[in-house]
């Protein structure tokens, strides 16, 4: 990772909205020239808002066409507020696209067939490789397109880029904030922001994309401005504009260019094809975008516990966790770790689905550990309406979208699954009616709490769910305070456990056993992010601050129980608001901490985790802020 200080400003390239600004760097010690992003977020939740461009990027590498990627850094300024920086490949500010076309309109230069051709197609395979990989540009204009030697295109700025999800019949489609560049928006984005006037809009985003990208490349063969071509309105009407236009282009280039604007600018969205689509038709149906692995969503080959032979030795620290040379110097930390084992899968005969999950099962009885056996798990979208849902037990990674609540769900709020009978309860949030069941694709409104809180944590117990802590919006303050819900008699009550010592939100709670509820990490305004434990004795409904610490601070991370005496702390930010893929497991009988290996990307994990019956952890990270989907990722904690 980067920092601010590996880097020799060079000169301003320009600047733009989100308080951005873009410098020609240089690397001090390799001399090497960059581009750097800057931009100033007020807050950190603006923040982590704009380090999705960095995590977009980061998905969408290995692409002659998708600008290369390289890093990030953020810090705190003096002001209070944040800086984020982007670090990437340099372009030269002359091979622009729109400095291209303007320099060449005013001398009315056409280009060749045979260059727009390099164009039309470098450009289509970059945007479908994209669409395979699940990502949607969204702000498709000439500035953010870059022209190589070689007249093919380099698509740049991810800012505006959006992950999708999959409706019922494996549409992509989403309920989005429109953005783009008016003239360059769809017919159906430019009517919902022109003329109805709305911020959001159901549609298919890459056929709007598709749109946007045939409005660009007629330009380029009209040497033309596209204004009015995606409107129809009493005055103008793009449709028209847009057949009489090809029909005038039909003179100068071949079919081969004009059946492929064609059916970019098809008016109804219905009719236009994809990316992928598009790729097909003019490559042919063998056609498949070049798909490097998604570095969030593979198998972790290394530093697993290897307890499954159920042989003479079943303690789970004892040599099998994967070294570590950053470990901190808190003293809880095991740091003398074997490898012997690591790697030793590699010798041994695979075994079948079946078999490792035989082995899980026996696994599960000898720690009395109880996995999530969920075959679908749920998302519902913060601060909008969307419901979708995700088979964790099939090999994809789309989330299909089922339905729509009539009102909006507040944001920030943290849902926990009951059992089929009651289905999901979602508590809390920046609203005063926070609290929802969602049971059979019905949402019903239960009782509110007595505290408006949000970020805090839950858990099930004895039919009964605790919302512990959390961050009051009217005063602005973290919470200490425990409710209980009654899930029978639907109320909610006050002053049956104890207060926590410390409060704190974004914290995480385990139900370790019958007797035993703890509180990992979290954030106070005072103590900033925290690394301290506290147990709830269910029995007696005291709560004590315990000796032992966490390696690190943490907050808005997971922890998992892996055995009747051992528990993974995994993901999460840290101090500075830094994300982390650290895992660490705890090891009660001892009190000791010991690193394992990381998780497949640093993120946020507070969505449910899910511990399958084959022994896998299947996490799901924040995306978007929790207004799109969160992605999956896998983690093997045993050596099978």
């Not at 990030?72 to 800086?83: C, L």
């Not at 006037?197 to 159901?202: A, F, N």
């Not at 009539?406 to 009978?421: A, C, G």
Request: overall charge neutral; charged content about 25%; hydrophobic content about 35%.
């Amino acid at each position: 990772m980067f920092r601010r200080g590996d880097f020799k400003k060079l000169g301003m390239l320009g600047s733009g909205k989100k308080n951005t600004k873009i410098f020609k760097v240089e690397h001090i010690q390799t001399k090497k020239i960059y581009v750097l992003k800057e931009v100033e977020a007020r807050s950190l939740e603006k923040l982590n808002e704009y380090k999705e461009e960095a995590v977009q990027l980061a998905k969408a590498q290995n692409h002659p066409n998708i600008l290369q990627f390289y890093g990030y850094y953020f810090y705190e300024t003096t002001h209070s507020t944040f800086k984020l920086g982007i670090v990437c490949e340099f372009l030269n500010d002359e091979s622009n696209l729109e400095k291209v076309f303007r320099k060449r309109e005013i001398r009315t230069l056409f280009w060749k067939e045979d260059e727009l051709l390099k164009m039309i197609y470098s450009m289509i395979d970059g945007l479908a490789f994209l669409q395979s990989i699940g990502i949607c540009h969204r702000d498709i204009k000439p500035a953010n397109l870059f022209l190589l030697d070689t007249n093919e295109i380099k698509i740049i700025d991810f800012g505006e880029s959006k992950e999708y999800l999959l409706d019922e019949e494996n549409n992509p489609s989403t309920m989005a904030t429109i953005r783009g560049t008016p003239q360059y928006l769809s017919p159906i984005l430019w009517n919902a922001h022109v003329v109805i006037q709305t911020k959001q809009v159901e549609h298919n985003i890459y056929k709007s994309d598709v749109f946007s990208a045939g409005l660009v490349l007629y330009q380029l063969c009209s040497m033309k401005d596209v204004t009015g071509f995606n409107q129809k309105t009493l005055y103008i009407d793009g449709e028209k504009l847009i057949k009489e236009g090809l029909a005038q282009l039909g003179k100068m280039y071949s079919q081969r260019v004009i059946e492929v604007l064609r059916k970019m600018l098809l008016f109804d969205e219905e009719k236009r094809p994809n990316f992928i689509e598009l790729s097909k038709i003019i490559f042919g149906e063998n056609y498949h975008p070049k798909i490097e692995k998604n570095n969030y969503d593979f198998y972790i080959s290394g530093g697993k516990i290897n307890d499954l032979n159920m042989n003479k030795n079943n303690n789970l620290t004892q040599g099998n966790f994967l070294n570590s040379n950053n470990n901190t110097n808190n003293p809880n930390i095991n740091s003398n770790n074997n490898l012997n084992n690591v790697g030793n899968s590699n010798k041994k005969k695979e075994k079948s689905p079946e078999e490792k999950a035989d082995l899980f099962r026996q696994y599960c009885e000898k720690y009395n550990l109880k996995f999530n056996s969920n075959k679908i798990t749920y998302w519902f979208e913060f601060g909008g309406n969307m419901i979708a849902k995700f088979y964790i037990d099939k090999d994809e990674s789309k989330w299909k979208l089922i339905g729509k609540y009539k009102s909006e769900f507040p944001s920030h709020f943290q849902v926990l699954f009951v059992d089929d009978d009651v289905g999901h309860i979602l508590i809390g949030g920046t609203d005063s009616n926070n609290t929802f069941q969602y049971r059979d694709g019905q949402i019903t409104k239960k009782s509110s709490l007595n505290i408006d809180r949000s970020f805090m944590s839950l858990v099930l117990f004895n039919n009964t769910i605790l919302a512990i802590g959390g961050y009051e919006y009217n005063e602005k303050n973290q919470i200490s305070s425990i409710e209980v819900y009654d899930i029978e008699t639907d109320k909610w009550l006050l002053n049956i456990y104890e207060d926590l010592k410390v409060a704190r939100s974004q914290a995480n709670a385990l139900l370790f056993n019958s007797k035993t509820i703890f509180i990992f990490g979290g954030y106070n305004k005072s103590l900033g992010t925290l690394n301290s434990i506290e147990r709830i004795n269910t029995s007696n409904k005291v709560t004590e601050l315990l000796d032992i610490k966490l390696p690190i601070p943490l907050r808005r991370f997971a922890t998992v129980k892996i055995s009747d005496s051992k528990v993974l702390i995994m993901g999460g930010i840290t101090r500075l608001c830094k994300e982390t893929d650290n895992v660490h497991c705890w090891d009660l009988e001892s009190n000791l901490f010991s690193k394992m290996v990381n998780l497949p990307r640093v993120g946020i994990i507070e969505h449910e985790v899910i511990l399958d019956e084959t022994g896998q952890i299947q996490v799901f990270y924040e995306n978007n802020y929790g207004t799109s989907p969160p992605v999956r990722a896998m983690y093997n904690f045993l050596e099978l």
